[in-house]
């Protein structure tokens, strides 16, 4: 969500041509869970004084507002801002915040620095313990990570990822990769990290090979 509006009357949502904030916290697109969080958020950017960043005048500091919503309902909620300033106010506030939406789990600040329509920057300061979000399904628990990849639509991904889990049944041998699908279709339980090469407790192909195939006499 782009920031508009000011900090005591915030907009979450989108910027007109005219670089005005148009309020979409009611798309009917949202789940119920998004919706009643951005509420919050938005009560939070008051709280904490956060001046949303104006395009015309290059002034203020929020600029977006990235909020995920895993299967299970937990939330992630990342501030891009244009520098550190606001990181006291912000860190000030958090206790508020967490005990307002019992189901975030993960914030972070992203620093984007730059005017121009860049979403996010390069750093990213995560502020709770919880650094990634759990992403359950389809058998897998995929640790979200701040700036990590992942399927917009989960249910979409879910059925996506069970096609080679499916798939596995008819292979006699199962390859290992570093690719969600990959896990998926590897026997091995794994939890991956998005974004990142899993762990596995799979042997390697090499000590596949090495391994008799009919125990000693």
């Known amino acids: ?3 508009g509006g000011t900090a005591s009357a915030p907009t979450l ?9 148009v309020d979409l916290r009611d798309c ?33 500091e929020l600029k977006h507002v990235l909020l995920t919503e895993s299967p299970d309902g937990e939330l992630m909620l990342r501030l ?3 520098s550190t300033a ?21 914030v972070s600040l992203n620093i984007q620095p730059s005017h121009a329509a860049v979403l996010e920057g390069v ?30 639509n989960t249910f979409v991904a879910a059925a996506l990822y069970a096609r080679p889990a499916r798939g596995r049944r008819r292979s006699s041998r199962p390859r290992c990769g570093t690719s969600t699908a990959a896990s998926a279709a590897s026997p091995c339980r794994v ?7 899993p762990a596995s407790s799979c042997p390697s192909r090499r000590s596949q090979r090495r391994r008799p195939q009919h125990p000693p006499e």
């Open 28 to 60: 009917g697109l949202h789940s119920p869970g998004l919706s009643s969080a951005l509420s919050v958020v938005a009560d939070f950017i008051t709280k904490a004084d956060l001046a949303p960043y104006d395009v015309k005048t290059r002034s203020g």
């Open 1 to 3: 969500m782009a920031v």
């Open 13 to 21: 949502g989108i910027l007109d041509r005219e670089h005005h904030g």
């Open 191 to 197: 939890r991956r990290t998005a974004g990142r090469s």
């Open 123 to 152: 750093r990213e300061i995560v502020l709770t313990p919880d650094t990634a979000l759990p992403m359950r399904l389809e058998g897998l628990e995929l640790a979200l990570r701040p700036q990590g990849f992942f399927q917009t």
């Open 86 to 106: 606001d990181e006291a106010r912000v860190r000030k506030h958090l206790p508020w915040l967490l005990s307002s939406l019992p189901a975030l789990r993960v």
């Open 80 to 82: 891009v801002v244009r």
